[in-house]
C-alpha cells in the first residue's frame, strides 16, 4: 500500500484538546457508587487499545461537584504521572482522573489516527517528562512535539485501519 496525499507538520498539541481530569471528594459518599464509570490508569495500564471497564463510578453529583470530566467513546486517554505514556481509546463515555489526560482529535485528524500517532512517539514523551519525585507529562509536552499527518482525513482512515 502506498500513499500519494500531501502531509503536514504541526505540534502534536495543535492536532488535539487536552483536558485534565479530577477526583470528587473520596469523602463524601453522594458522589460515588453511581452509574458514571471513573477512570483511573490502573483501568488501562496494559496493551489494549480499548478501555470499557473502570473499577470505580461516580453519580451525577460527584461529576457536577468536581474538576473531572467526561470524555466521548472514541477519545483517548493518557497517564500523565507515575506511569506515564500508558495509552488507551475509550470504548464508552468516562470520566477519569487527574493522573491522566484526556484527548480528543480536532478537525485536522481522526482519534483512531491519533492513538497511533501518538502511540508511535510515546517513548518520546516518556523520555520528556518532569518532575523530581514522579515522572509528569505536562501540557508543554504535546507543544513541544513534532509530528506528520496526512491533510487527507480518509488517508487518515486508512492508515488507522
Not at 464509570?37 to 451525577?60: C, G, M, Q
Request: hydrophobic share 35%; net charge neutral; proline share 2%.
Amino acid at each position: 500500500m502506498s500513499f500519494f496525499k500531501e502531509w503536514s507538520n504541526y505540534k502534536l498539541s495543535d492536532l488535539m484538546t487536552i483536558i485534565g481530569g479530577g477526583t470528587p471528594k473520596t469523602n463524601n459518599e453522594e458522589y460515588w457508587n453511581g452509574n458514571i464509570p471513573w477512570l483511573s490508569v490502573k483501568d488501562f495500564n496494559s496493551d489494549a487499545r480499548k478501555v470499557y471497564y473502570t473499577e470505580k463510578h461516580i453519580s451525577e453529583l460527584g461529576l457536577a461537584k468536581s474538576s473531572t470530566k467526561m470524555l466521548d467513546e472514541g477519545d483517548l486517554i493518557i497517564s500523565a504521572r507515575g506511569t506515564v505514556g500508558a495509552l488507551a481509546q475509550l470504548g464508552v463515555p468516562m470520566t477519569f482522573n487527574q493522573s491522566c489526560y484526556g484527548l480528543k482529535a480536532n478537525n485536522k485528524t481522526l482519534n483512531d489516527f491519533l492513538y497511533y500517532l501518538i502511540k508511535y512517539k510515546v517513548e518520546y514523551i516518556q523520555r520528556n517528562t518532569h518532575g523530581s519525585i514522579f515522572d509528569t507529562i505536562t501540557r508543554e509536552t504535546f507543544k513541544v512535539l513534532d509530528v506528520q499527518i496526512p491533510n487527507s482525513i480518509e488517508e487518515q482512515k486508512t492508515i488507522a485501519n
